[in-house]
C-alpha cells in the first residue's frame, strides 16, 4: 500500500479485494473520487476493515475502485494510525520523473 497524503480517503483496487476483504460483501457509497489528473475513478463500494499497525488497532473505512490502479492509504487511516515515519524506506518521485521526461523529449 502506497501513503498518499494528498488523498482524502484509503482505496483498494478490485483485484486485491479478495486477498484484502475475503468474502465480505461490500456496501453501498456516495463518495465520488477524482484522480490527481481530474479523471473520475470509479467506486464499488466500501467496506469496513480491521486495521493492525505495531500495537495500534482500529476498524477503518477503504473504498473499493473499478480499475487496477494502486491502493493508497489516504488522510482517513492517517488520521487516525500515528505512523512511525523513520521507518517508512522508500519515497517514489515517479510521477515527477515522468513528467520530466515528456518536458525534456
Known amino acids: 500500500m502506497q501513503l498518499d497524503t494528498n488523498a482524502f480517503v484509503t482505496i483498494i483496487p478490485k483485484i486485491v479485494r479478495t486477498d484484502v476483504l475475503g468474502a465480505k460483501s461490500l456496501l453501498k ?20 476493515v480491521h486495521v493492525s499497525y505495531g500495537d495500534q488497532e482500529a476498524y477503518l473505512s477503504v473504498i473499493v475502485t473499478a480499475g487496477d490502479g494502486p491502493a493508497l492509504m489516504g488522510r482517513n487511516w492517517l488520521s487516525v494510525l500515528k505512523l512511525d515515519w523513520k521507518q517508512i524506506r522508500e519515497m517514489s518521485l515517479e510521477p515527477v520523473d515522468k513528467i520530466e521526461k515528456l518536458v525534456s523529449n
Open 29 to 48: 457509497t456516495d463518495v465520488k473520487l477524482c484522480s490527481y489528473s481530474d479523471h473520475e475513478v470509479s467506486v464499488i463500494g466500501e467496506a469496513t
